[in-house]
């Protein structure tokens, strides 16, 4: 995960209103003038002073996110934040694009899931044995734009601590970190035990299913 703000900035940003299955946003779409994907803020409700907000920063995933592929949580992850959101009555889910297989791309990450399935390798040693990085996300255009809606702290929807260092390198204050945790089944639980044990994410359920 890459660091520090350097004042960088969105350099476009459209508004309009977004009507879902789970209710009334305000859709957010902006172009951020680091990395210079289009990404995508999606608000719910009144944020009041923009403190203690609930959010969730969501990387893409497209195979889990758009075609329910259920070897990740990360399809899972984004639903259950739109309903946390929901049920708060005030939050932000922030879609960072670019961000497909922890930023290796999607032609990389599909190669990744060979090695994992021909091999065994996990999440973490399929990227290295293609010679690719483990994690070049950069979480800076969340902050950017968490900034641009006036908030100023979070309440931090993910089982990573990473991530909330991440923001907190990048001048947004996370205030608690929510669990997000979702179920264990035989497709994802090498994945989550990767997660757990490789990328140092706080899995507690994952004690419960394996020996």
Do not use: W
């Not at 520090?4 to 859709?27: I, K, P």
């Not at 902006?30 to 995508?40: N, Q, T």
């Amino acid at each position: 995960m890459q660091g520090q703000d350097t004042g960088a900035r969105l350099v476009d940003v459209a508004e309009s209103e977004l009507v879902t299955r789970r209710g009334r946003f305000r859709a957010v779409a902006f172009r951020d003038e680091v990395d210079g994907h289009e990404h995508l803020a999606l608000v719910h409700g009144d944020l009041g002073p923009g403190t203690d907000v609930l959010v969730r920063v969501h990387s893409e995933c497209l195979t889990g996110d758009v075609f329910g592929a259920v070897r990740c949580e990360c399809g899972a992850q984004l639903a259950s934040s739109l309903d946390a959101v929901v049920t708060e009555g005030a939050g932000v889910l922030v879609y960072l694009r670019g961000h497909e297989g922890r930023g290796i791309g999607l032609v990389a990450k599909v190669r990744t899931h060979v090695l994992q399935d021909d091999q065994g390798l996990d999440t973490v040693d399929s990227a290295t044995a293609l010679g690719l990085p483990v994690d070049v996300r950069d979480f800076g255009p969340a902050a950017r734009v968490l900034r641009h809606l006036g908030v100023s702290s979070v309440r931090l929807l993910t089982n990573s601590a990473a991530k909330v260092d991440a923001l907190t390198a990048h001048g947004v204050a996370v205030t608690a970190r929510v669990p997000l945790l979702e179920p264990v089944d035989e497709h994802n639980v090498r994945y989550l035990t990767a997660k757990r044990d490789r990328l140092g994410h706080d899995l507690p359920h994952l004690d419960r299913v394996l020996p």
